[in-house]
């Protein structure tokens, strides 16, 4: 099955600055790459995701990379603020326009210093 | 509306109740899932209903027992669970199967979960 791993498990950065978030997977049927913010008390909730036929996507201040041939995908976090604390997941998925499996990787704390 | 609403938020439960847990959304989806979240931890995958059926049983114990009453409304009954069991219950909803063609993602949303105390 998919193992995804994701680095690193804490990220502090000052307000303004970026923050990346790393991710690896090693199934190559995987093809749907969704990110995942989860604050303290709520459920995951979408922010970016890719699929293969894509290298990159930005959505204002978050941008997604992906490197099919070696099997990794980026967050990038541009100008962080505050409210961007909170944990990240990535996850892999065969898009298989069914029941999409997620598997997520293990998480990020993402803090901002003000 | 994106909205998954899960019900109760908090339960708290002794080894030998028997309890339920609820999930209702009114986006249309088809295809809905229940993940167990511990501490510190990813969500992990349960069961997945597509279309009321039961689709995906990632090999969850039997004290566990899901029930898709129709495509709006996910349940999970619960009975003799162990304290090892303690976690956030997570539901989600996605449209279920697409065609190809479509262009649509298969996006799954989250309620904010059940955190399940067991005593």
């Given at each position: 099955g998919e193992n995804v791993e994701q680095h690193p498990s804490t990220?502090?950065?000052q307000e303004g600055d970026s923050a990346v978030i790393k991710c690896t997977y090693s199934?190559?049927?995987?093809?749907y790459f969704p990110w995942y913010k989860q604050?303290?008390?709520?459920?995951?909730?979408?922010?970016?995701?890719?699929?293969?036929?894509?290298g990159e996507k930005k959505d204002q201040r978050i941008a997604v990379t992906l490197n099919k041939t070696a099997?990794?995908?980026s967050l990038h976090i541009t100008e962080t603020q505050p409210e961007d604390s909170a944990v990240y997941f990535c996850a892999a998925s065969p898009a298989n326009f069914g029941n999409e499996k997620l598997t997520f990787g293990t998480g990020t704390r993402l803090t901002i210093i003000p | 509306d994106t909205e998954v609403t899960q019900t109760p938020k908090h339960l708290v439960m002794g080894m030998t109740n028997k309890k339920s847990l609820k999930c209702e959304q009114h986006m249309g989806h088809r295809a809905m899932y229940w993940y167990k979240q511990k501490a510190k931890k990813p969500p992990e995958l349960?069961?997945?209903?597509?279309y009321e059926k039961l689709s995906i049983n990632e090999s969850v114990p039997s004290r566990f027992s899901p029930e898709c009453p129709n495509s709006s409304?996910?349940?999970l009954h619960l009975h003799a669970l162990q304290p090892e069991d303690?976690?956030?219950y997570l539901c989600a909803s996605s449209q279920g199967i697409l065609r190809r063609s479509s262009g649509k993602k298969n996006i799954q949303y989250f309620g904010a979960g059940?955190?399940?105390?067991?005593l």
């Open positions: 990220l502090s950065v199934d190559s049927a995987s093809n604050e303290l008390g709520k459920g995951p909730q979408l922010i970016i995701d890719i699929r293969s036929n894509v099997k990794h995908f | 349960m069961f997945v209903y597509s409304l996910l349940n303690s976690a956030l059940t955190r399940l105390s067991v």
